[in-house]
């Protein structure tokens, strides 16, 4: 089987871990290996340069130290984890991948064309062409997604303080990465029920024949007998 490398971003409270925990049983009960993952994070190196990004105050790092920081641990998540399962035919799911480093790095803070430049020659050097085959990106009002994330138990809210302004920022720049690469991106209002949320992503994956791909090879063989 083909692997797949499928990433979901979004703002702040957008529910993307649980569209990927949903996402991640259905894929295994059609006969699917599935790698649920995450960034900054989701390999060991890259989980200790996690700590240092969500966690402490907003002013903790400036645009570009974060952004390096991101691509040491992107760097190492790829190596260790992404990359080894894609080639063993598994489907990624990741909570967040480099859109986000985009957004976050090179619009939250402000428009910074230099900033924006130095993302791209980074993941150019960090993945080269390598890309999400399916990026989802669940969008959301700034003031209702923020309202979801500040629970008292969420210790990583770091970004979640940041200026409300950075938060639209964010929004307005994923949705013009979505504009620009209409074949990579499935946009999806995440205001709606999480179960018509969860049929939405499904009918994307079965179109793309991500899902039943064992069932569908049984049935074939069953139907010429």
């Excluded at 089987?1 to 871990?17: A, D, L, P, R, T």
């Excluded at 309202?147 to 950075?166: G, V």
Aim: hydrophobic share 40%; glycine share 8%; aromatic share 8%.
């Amino acid at each position: 089987m083909k692997g797949y490398f499928i990433s979901f971003e979004g703002g702040e409270g957008s529910g993307k871990s649980t569209q990927i925990k949903l996402l991640a049983e259905a894929l295994e009960k059609s006969g699917r290996q599935v790698v649920v993952t995450r960034e900054p994070g989701g390999s060991p190196g890259a989980e200790e340069i996690r700590k240092l990004l969500v966690t402490g105050e907003p002013g903790r790092w400036d645009d570009i130290s974060e952004t390096l920081l991101f691509f040491a641990a992107r760097r190492n998540h790829l190596v260790t984890k992404i990359w080894p399962a894609v080639q063993k035919g598994q489907v990624v799911l990741t909570d967040r991948f480099a859109d986000s480093t985009m957004a976050y790095q090179g619009y939250g803070y402000g428009d910074n064309p230099k900033q924006q430049a130095l993302i791209r020659q980074l993941y150019q050097t960090v993945a080269g062409d390598f890309k999400p085959d399916i990026t989802f990106l669940l969008d959301i009002p700034v003031e209702v997604g923020l309202k979801r994330s500040c629970r008292a138990d969420n210790k990583e809210q770091r970004f979640e303080k940041q200026a409300l302004q950075f938060h639209q920022n964010l929004r307005e720049a994923y949705l013009n990465m979505a504009h620009a690469e209409p074949n990579r991106f499935v946009v999806l209002d995440a205001q709606q029920s999480i179960m018509t949320l969860h049929a939405q992503i499904m009918q994307v994956l079965m179109a793309k024949k991500i899902f039943y791909m064992r069932r569908n090879v049984c049935l074939t063989k069953n139907n010429s007998k």
